[in-house]
């Protein structure tokens, strides 16, 4: 079992910065790879950026260049760094981790909501 979970959400105005962070606890950190998701009102859930155990990286068009995903497997965290911020990008950020191994391994954390707004 994995429990994750995110924080570093908040109010922020356009053209901000937000760091979210997802802690991941009970079980060995270095077999998952992590996705960030973001879910806003009224849509459906979708991909923000993923880093796979072995740090490789993957990002949706519309965050490419704004934003950037990261680990520190000491600390068991995985970071989301959110630059040059639109009201688009407002939604509550979900963290995803699934073992390289197992697509059945599988976890989610609860949420942190961003929002981005003047």
């Known amino acids: 079992q994995v429990q994750l979970v995110e924080s570093g959400g908040g109010l922020v105005l356009p053209g901000g910065s937000l760091r979210l962070s997802c802690t991941a606890s009970?079980?060995?950190?270095?077999?998952?790879?992590f996705t960030w998701y973001r879910q806003a009102p009224g849509k459906q859930r979708e991909f923000v950026a993923r880093?796979?155990?072995?740090?490789?990286?993957k990002y949706e068009d519309s965050v490419k260049g704004r934003f950037a995903i990261s680990r520190d497997n000491a600390k068991s965290t995985v970071y989301l760094q959110m630059n040059s911020l639109k009201p688009e990008d407002t939604g509550v950020y979900l963290c995803?981790?699934?073992?390289?191994?197992?697509?059945?391994?599988?976890?989610w954390g609860q949420g942190t909501q961003a929002t981005v707004s003047s």
């Open positions: 995803n981790a699934r073992n390289r191994y197992s697509d059945l391994d599988d976890y």
């Open positions: 009970g079980s060995v950190f270095e077999i998952y790879d």
């Open positions: 880093i796979t155990s072995g740090s490789i990286t």
